[in-house]
């Protein structure tokens, strides 16, 4: 190869350079727009965490910590200037735990130095100036002769948006699943408020107190009328009667039952009190159910729970952690009710008087999933039959809890319960009840749940 050749070789790559310098400057630049955008900071620093270089939303991020905060060398420094820290009087600390937010920035980065991790991320929490809480999220790799820190800051409206979206999904899909068991099942549920106001009605209590005439009314929402105004064919000394039977319930706290006819039909109702944490009665649940109908005492009282215990298991088993989760993040998310915080309650506050209308009622109840066939749920009143503690039956089996004779035979009622798919009667200690299957959205076999008589 001549000079000529080599001279215009050299051109050529030096061509070739000037373009792939020009769009690796065209990249970075979209790099620290797309770093500006997603109000990320990337911070590079030497193996003693003093800043080399930064680039992306570097002071828009510092900025909002810290109006005066200074561009300080040292990235420990610069946090810990920068973080406005939470006081103990902020928020609420679940009792016998940590605190959450309490971290040591310099002893964390310092740890990470001195481990063979590559990476971490360090979640550092803060207020703004008006009382909002934020968090800091610092993540740290260690590179080749340097750290570098990708550095993110989300505020408690990210977290209340997140919750919000995924909670009203859950609300509406247990609201659905809630609405098929209450109005697929074969006895009358309403619940009342303490000013006999109708918070809830299912289809068969609709056909059991309006005539088969009124297809208007048994097709029609009830919720939030007074329970009283529905008895449009009785007289009102009739009328009054049904509700010194629900002034007894509210005023001393124990179960009523009558039979009355109702639209020529004759109907019993049983009223129960749903009592509160002061232990005062501020709900009824009225179960009703024609006096035709056989077997009406055990009946009427495995339908009691039939409509809550699935929703409960779905409950208790999907949601109960996320709950506990909720709790402590809404100490400390926002200290100002908003409307998001407020729908955040509703839902904690909805789940437990689940929980409660479950508790309540005194039948000996369990649930064991499949094909484990371990227990997911036993109330009070199934452990006192059964003479056993919680955590001993708890996530456990027939076979571990009760003798081998009596595990023998529950097993051929549970395979009895699966084959058939209808109510098999089961004995446990003298008490006798039924055990039913309970079948997920698309018909299989998932649970099986037992009920006895007290």
């Known amino acids: 190869m001549n000079e000529n050749e080599l001279n215009n070789a050299l051109e050529n790559l030096k061509y070739e350079y000037s373009k792939l310098d020009t769009l690796y400057n065209n990249l970075q630049e979209q790099l620290v727009d797309v770093l500006k955008y997603g109000e990320i900071a990337v911070i590079d620093c030497t193996m003693d965490y003093k800043i080399t270089s930064s680039y992306g939303a570097f002071d828009v991020i510092f ?91 989300m505020p408690s409206s990210f977290f209340l ?22 109005n697929s099942l074969s006895v009358g549920i309403t619940i009342l ?18 005539s088969d005439a009124a297809k208007i009314l048994k097709n029609a929402q009830v919720e939030g009328r007074l329970y009283c105004d529905i008895f449009t064919n009785e ?37 129960y009190p749903i009592k509160n944490d002061g232990n005062l009665v501020d709900e009824l649940l009225v179960i009703s159910s ?57 839902l904690h506050e909805s789940l437990r008087q689940l929980y409660h209308y479950l508790e309540i009622l005194p039948f000996p109840m369990a649930i064991l999933d499949l094909p484990n066939l371990k227990y997911e749920f036993i109330n009070k009143s199934y452990l006192a ?34 084959t058939g798919g209808l109510a098999v009667p089961v004995t446990i200690h003298g008490y006798k009840g039924k055990q039913y299957m309970i079948k997920n959205e698309k018909g299989q076999p998932q649970h099986i749940m037992r009920i006895f008589n007290t």
């Open 161 to 182: 948006r997140k919750y919000e979206q995924r909670f009203n999904k859950e609300i509406t899909k247990k609201d659905k699943i809630l609405d098929s068991i209450v």
């Open 63 to 153: 900025q909002n910590l810290n109006k005066s905060y200074s561009r300080n060398k040292d990235i420990i420094d610069l946090i810990n200037n920068s973080v406005n820290e939470i006081d103990d009087d902020d928020i609420e600390v679940v009792e016998g735990q940590e605190p959450f937010y309490k971290i040591d920035v310099k002893n964390e980065f310092l740890e990470f130095l001195k481990s063979s991790k590559k990476q971490v991320i360090l979640d550092i929490f803060g207020k703004f100036n008006n009382d909002e809480i934020y968090l800091l999220q610092v993540k740290l790799i260690k590179l080749e002769g340097f750290i570098r820190a990708f550095v993110k800051i």
């Open 385 to 418: 039959m059964i003479g056993r503690d919680k955590k001993e039956v708890l996530s456990r089996k027939d076979e571990q809890v009760f003798s081998e004779e009596l595990a023998s035979e529950l097993a051929h009622r549970v395979a009895e319960s699966i």
């Open 290 to 346: 024609l006096n035709a109908m056989p077997d009406v005492d055990s009946d009427l009282k495995i339908s009691k729970l039939t409509s809550l215990a699935k929703h409960f298991k779905l409950e208790g088993d999907n949601l109960k952690e996320r709950v506990k989760e909720l709790e402590l993040n809404q100490t400390w998310l926002m200290k100002k009710g908003d409307e998001s915080n407020n729908n955040n309650k509703l």
């Open 235 to 271: 007289n009102n000394e009739e009328v009054n009667t049904r509700m010194q039977h629900h002034g007894k319930v509210l005023a001393r706290g124990d179960s009523v039952k009558y039979s009355k006819n109702t639209n020529e039909k004759n109907v019993n109702f049983e009223i």
């Open 193 to 210: 408020d303490s000013r006999n106001r109708i918070l809830l009605m299912n289809q068969t209590a609709k056909d059991h107190h309006f």
